[in-house]
């Protein structure tokens, strides 16, 4: 099995990060605005599998505490058929759904920026230019949090900006501009057939009887 470092080299090599790009933007329509949660989940699903394929971290003890915590705040709203009651509060149907929707709604949004954004994009002007060193800067300190001392939370990450901005590092081998444009044609193809595909299931779990 590839490790992450590997599958890192592999997004790089056949996905443009424009491309990349592009796609998550087409894809957040079908996400937010599909009428069926099952689908919503099922895309949570598989832009948590197509950001691991791409070497990103993603850990779903946090997905859960966060999906967790948005659905037991939204039962403190009830309405809808009573499921249970805990001493005199009913716990309903309808908070209940509301909530785990709302819950995987977000969670998917968050793991389709992981699996559609990469700090090397490229946006046009200079506010293009600052988002693009932002991603750089949050990915390189992902890569270095082990450093952090949580006794010290805010000094250690002052010293780790600080080392940030003072190294210049080398860019990686998988790192370099692309040889091949064919893998990068494969790749945009990829992701057409990936836009295009959610898409149609959208509309087929949408006029579905």
């Not at 080299?9 to 087409?26: E, K, P």
């Not at 309903?92 to 920026?113: D, H, P, R, Y």
């Not at 945009?188 to 087929?204: A, N, S």
């Amino acid at each position: 099995m590839l490790d992450r470092e590997q599958r890192s080299a592999f997004s790089i090599r056949f996905f443009s990060s424009y491309d990349l790009f592009v796609s998550g933007m087409l894809c957040i329509f079908p996400l937010v605005f599909s009428p069926h949660l099952y689908f919503r989940a099922f895309l949570l699903f598989y832009f948590y599998l197509f950001a691991w394929i791409q070497g990103k971290r993603a850990s779903l003890l946090i997905a859960a505490l966060v999906s967790s915590s948005i659905v037991i705040f939204n039962l403190l709203v009830p309405y809808g058929k009573v499921l249970i009651k805990i001493g005199e509060f009913p716990l309903t149907q309808g908070a209940f759904l509301a909530g785990l929707e709302k819950a995987i709604t977000l969670e998917g949004l968050i793991m389709l920026s992981k699996a559609t954004i990469r700090s090397d994009l490229q946006l046009p002007g200079t506010f293009g230019a600052l988002v693009a060193q932002s991603f750089k800067i949050f990915e390189e300190l992902l890569a270095k949090k082990k450093n952090i001392d949580y006794k010290d939370p805010i000094g250690s990450i002052d010293r780790l900006l600080i080392e940030l901005a003072s190294d210049s590092p080398e860019e990686p081998e998988w790192a370099a501009p692309v040889k091949n444009k064919g893998e990068r044609m494969i790749g945009r193809i990829i992701l057409v057939l990936q836009t295009l595909i959610i898409w149609i299931l959208l509309f087929i779990s949408k006029y579905s009887k």
